[in-house]
């Protein structure tokens, strides 16, 4: 059963349809990530490793679909249920705290953090949208996002075509190792994003600390001062 069913999928993945469906997988998952396309395109690039299909054409069509599917993620936030949506989110504590840190941080560092997220499935859908709600230049957007799904596109693609030329006589063992590398990888993007953001809470805190300190010992000099000539006479 096993055989078959990678004859299957080695019939499906050699087809020359199969870039089609890449590209529309890839994009889909730019702003519905019901399946991470970073699967999507290591089982593709496995086979490629193994013979069939064409690594630059894999490139190319997640390249695309990516772009496309950031682009949907990110006129979706600029349209009125967007801004519907982000207007209610914006009513609560919470809401207003969260898109004032992405207002700041977005306008300053919203091509950084499209690169980064790019990396993360679901955060990269977030991250779009947000840029598209707070109304980041579409020109830098679409700049920064070019580079993030290629470098996406290339990335995974030689994760899956590295496994698949180095257990070229074994598809399957091929196909589990670049799937498990995926997920390890996805993982270790997701522990690193929330380390840097741990670290940046606790230095935020450490500085609104300072600043508390600051502003005490101030109170305390200003008082101080103004006890003196009282005191004096």
Known sequence: MTDATLNMLEQAITSPWVYVVLFALAALDGFFPVIPGETVVVTTAVFAGAHAPDVPAIIIASTAGAFVGDHVAYALGRSPVGQWLIARLRSRPRGRAAFAWADA?????????????????????????????????????????????????????????????????????????????????????????????????????????????????????????????????
Request: with cysteine.
């Open 105 to 233: 941080t977005l306008g300053e560092r919203g091509g950084q953090v499209l690169l980064a997220s790019r990396y993360v499935p679901g955060v990269r859908t977030a991250t779009t949208l947000i840029l598209g709600g707070v109304r980041y230049p579409w020109r830098k957007f679409a700049l920064f996002d070019v580079l993030a799904a290629g470098f996406w596109a290339v990335g995974w693609t030689l994760v899956g075509y590295l496994g698949g030329a180095a257990f070229g006589g074994d598809e399957l063992t091929s196909l589990g190792i670049g799937i498990c590398l995926a997920c390890a990888l996805m993982a270790l993007s997701e522990i690193a994003r929330r380390l840097w953001r741990y670290w940046r809470r606790r230095r935020s805190r450490a500085a609104e600390g300072a600043a508390a300190e600051d502003d005490g010992a101030a109170a305390g000099d200003e008082a101080t001062a103004a006890d003196t000539p009282s005191s004096s006479r």
